[in-house]
Nanobody, 121 residues
């Protein structure tokens, strides 16, 4: 399974970006999908997650500003980021929890390569 993330970049405070992450490969089904971020000198944190049934979770610092969504048919997860702040600057990583084809099927979490988001004037 491979994940291809895109959409990062440099944006001014108050601006918006939309991250995308497409999964491909031996995927029979997708369970959870999520975005993490890691800022310099800080631990990686989960920013947003969307569960198999569609429920979502957000870290408090992004509630009301970020929205996670998905297109199951395309195996893609998105993160719409609005009202960006300098403290949102980080490398953002997507994760996908999958179940493979095969007997027995294998459950695994895969990570994307990371995309840099920089919020600065």
């Amino acid at each position: 399974v491979q994940l291809q993330a895109s959409g990062g970049g440099l944006v001014q405070p108050g601006g918006s970006l939309r991250l995308s992450c497409a999964a491909s490969g031996n995927i029979a089904s997708i369970n959870g999908m999520a975005w993490y971020r890691q800022a310099p000198g800080k631990q990686r944190e989960e920013v947003a997650a969307i569960m198999r049934g569609g429920s979502t979770n957000y870290v408090d610092s992004v509630k009301g500003r970020f929205t996670i969504s998905r297109d199951i048919a395309k195996g893609t997860v998105y993160l719409q980021m609005n009202s960006l702040r300098p403290d949102d600057t980080a490398v953002y990583y997507c994760t996908v929890d999958t179940l493979s084809y095969g007997d027995p099927p294998v459950a695994a979490r895969y990570w994307g390569q990371g995309t840099q988001v920089t919020v600065s004037s």
